[in-house]
């Protein structure tokens, strides 16, 4: 076991998002007051009624949590994982006016010409 001491609770928040930990318990006054300070963990738990235990087994998405600091990167599993989700986009003319220009850049280093070309001719079409 290991602890670490430091001077004020910020820095507390700033080691444990550095770290980003599969279980993060908030053992604090007003622990919610400090929740949108946390940016990388796996599951949060707030205040002395919270136990992980209860995230493991009843409250929370089990065991599927990203360990080994990956609560950088990755969300835990949950239901969202097994539903089908499709993205919808509409443009106003004023938005691809907007947009239109990175688009035809990012295509243009990737190499895609025809994903560069369709944005081209929409925008000359809008002349």
């Avoid at 820095?11 to 930990?21: K, L, R």
């Amino acid at each position: 076991m290991r602890f670490i001491v430091v001077d004020a609770l910020q820095t507390a928040f700033d080691i444990a998002n550095s770290y980003a930990p599969e279980h993060l318990l908030l053992q604090i006054r007003e622990p919610r007051a400090w929740l949108p300070r946390v940016t990388a963990a796996g599951a949060v738990f707030l205040g002395p009624w919270s136990p992980e235990t209860l995230g493991d087994y009843c409250s929370g998405p089990n065991h599927t949590l990203p360990t080994y600091g990956y609560a950088r990167s990755y969300s835990g599993l949950s239901l969202e994982d097994f539903q089908k989700r499709i993205t919808v986009q509409e443009l106003t003319p004023a938005g691809l006016r907007g947009l239109g220009p990175t688009a035809q850049v990012l295509a243009d280093l990737e190499g895609l010409d025809a994903h560069a070309a369709a944005v081209t001719i929409r925008l000359e079409a809008l002349r």
